[in-house]
């Protein structure tokens, strides 16, 4: 029978194992970014630079617009998640507090509603921006991002609403509060990690999002970063290695930054969302 402590130990060794397996390769690309073209063509590459230069950054800018490119990805990452949580906080409140065959069928919705394939849904969705002439422009793509984030978000928080005390809304209703001042004053406050961490998953999501984007968006600036990064790619497969490395170091920068800014939260909303009052 194994011991608390040889239990903890092989816990510790799969966490650190599946932290390895996450870190190793943005190294490699840091490593990458920073390689003269004369270490990138080596038989032996090594992990630091031995020779570190600026100039794939410089050309990866030259070459394509990456600035222009992150503030389309920017634009639409972060109205997609501020109008995902919008919507859903009110509704994955409905979804907690009362309960019905309504309510489990919209959950179940919800749950089904993650494993449809993106290739059965870009059509409709193109169909529907075309109608509104949003086609190719960033506002049409953050509506598709919304009705993309909206089932997740719900889902999330729903079990951070679970999470709130019953009680606290009771003696609110007893005060003399509404549904939608309580909402507001007393379980939105409370809902405010979980509304975070959403937010940011929401945006994380829309930033990483490469298929709606290259299907919606033609126009070359109007394209978002990750359907730039394909541009450093040649007819032939033949990838341009050191700005194709810099340029995906510097996406990858802002979803590290967010993450490290408000990661405390991130972590208490998780919580709050798995426990059940």
Known sequence: MRTPTAARAGQYAALLAYLVFLALPF?????????????????????????PTLA?????FDEQPL????LNSLAAAVGAA?????????????MARQRGRLTKAATGWVVISQSFPFVLLIIPLFLVLKRLRLVDSVPGL????????????????????????????????????GRVRT??????????????ATAL?????????FF????????????????????????????????LAAAAFLATLPSLVVFALIQRRITSGMLAGAVKS
């Open 67 to 70: 600035l222009q490119a992150g």
């Open 56 to 60: 794939n950054f410089r050309q990866a």
């Open 82 to 94: 501020v109008i995902a949580v919008l919507i859903a906080t009110p509704m994955a409140y409905v």
């Open 212 to 243: 709606f984007a290259l299907v919606l968006l033609k126009t070359p600036e109007k394209q978002t970063l990750p359907v730039v990064l394909t541009h450093f790619i040649g007819a032939e497969g033949v990838a341009d290695l050191g700005p």
């Open 27 to 51: 190294l490699w690309l840091v490593s990458t970014a920073f390689k003269p073209p004369r270490e990138l063509a080596s038989l032996h590459p090594t992990w630091i630079p031995e020779d």
């Open 183 to 196: 909402l507001v004053s007393v379980t939105a406050p409370l809902l405010a990690p979980g509304i975070v």
């Open 201 to 209: 998953f929401a945006f994380v999501t829309a930033w990483n999002e």
């Open 142 to 177: 953050v509506m598709v991002y919304v009705v993309w984030a909206l089932p997740f978000a719900l889902w999330m928080l729903s079990g951070y609403v679970r999470a709130v005390p019953v009680e606290l809304e009771e003696a609110a209703a007893v005060d003399g509060a």
